[in-house]
């Protein structure tokens, strides 16, 4: 695919960034996206476009489209992170979780759709999470979200294969990206003296910045959907990291019980 037109969402840092520059070294020519107007890439074109406004995507993909001719393939990255109980979770926090990291990507996809079926050609690449095979304790809804994310994804790829449309999901575990530093918010009351959850939610909070020396290189994501946006006949999913692999087979091999003592006791909120 190397000279088509890829359209990266969230490309200012990890895991979208590092997969907007590569695509750019190999040859494709790359719109990555990002809220913040000051957002200046090398080696690959700025896009700005808020992923929960329709009018922002919709005219983010028309000037795309508008200067390069076409979108032959949409990397869905954006996202955002919400932890916390769900005692103590807000609406209005549970309502932006499932906007960025699931109606997102909806409004991308539905922006590119038309001509890509007018092509009978295209790639969409949806950058899911562990948290979308396994609900994750104090992350329900950041789970939630990619849960409704892969459902999403395997009625879509039934719909539009038979268009010559490849849709594929990537599934990443622990990987050093902006979600767990600037994009993760712990919700208003979880940390509040009021909740009857405090002390779970700040050991919590230890355990995930414990991981911050452990996480990955977010380069071997990219790679991996640089892998698959030229492969003509990708699989559904793609599972990238030691940890969701040890995590599924934990899952598949343990009792229920039993492997719930062990993700809590890991998480410190048992």
Not at 190 to 205: G, H, I, V
Not at 246 to 266: D, G, H, N
């Amino acid at each position: 695919m190397s000279g088509k037109v890829v359209l990266v969402t969230g490309a200012s840092s990890g895991i979208g960034g590092a997969c907007a520059e590569m695509l750019a070294k190999r040859g494709f020519r790359v719109y990555g996206s990002s809220r913040n107007p000051n957002f200046r890439p090398s080696g690959y074109q700025a896009l700005q476009m808020d992923v929960t406004d329709d009018k922002s995507v919709d005219e983010a993909v028309a000037q795309v489209i508008r200067e390069a001719g076409s979108i032959d393939a949409l990397v869905n990255n954006a996202g955002c992170g919400l932890a916390g109980a769900v005692e103590d979770t807000a609406s209005v926090e549970a309502l932006h979780q499932m906007d960025v990291n699931f109606m997102g990507p909806f409004r991308a996809v539905r922006a590119v759709l038309p001509g890509m079926r007018q092509r009978r050609s295209g790639v969409i690449v949806n950058v899911s999470s562990l948290g979308g095979l396994l609900g994750l304790p104090f992350q329900s809804f950041y789970s939630a979200s990619k849960f409704a994310m892969e459902g999403w994804t395997e009625s879509l790829r039934f719909e539009v294969s038979p268009l010559g449309i490849r849709v594929v999901l990537i599934e990443p575990g622990d990987y050093d990206t902006d979600i767990w530093e600037r994009n993760l918010v712990i919700g208003k009351q979880a940390l509040d003296a009021s909740s009857p959850n405090k002390e779970r939610s700040q050991r919590f909070a230890e355990f995930v910045k414990s991981r911050t020396p452990k996480r990955r290189d977010p380069r071997e994501v990219a790679q991996l959907i640089v892998r698959v946006a030229n492969d003509p006949n990708p699989r559904l999913r793609y599972l990238i990291g030691p940890d969701v692999t040890m995590q599924m087979w934990l899952r598949a091999l343990l009792p229920w019980r039993r492997y719930e003592r062990v993700v809590a006791k890991a998480t410190r909120i048992d």
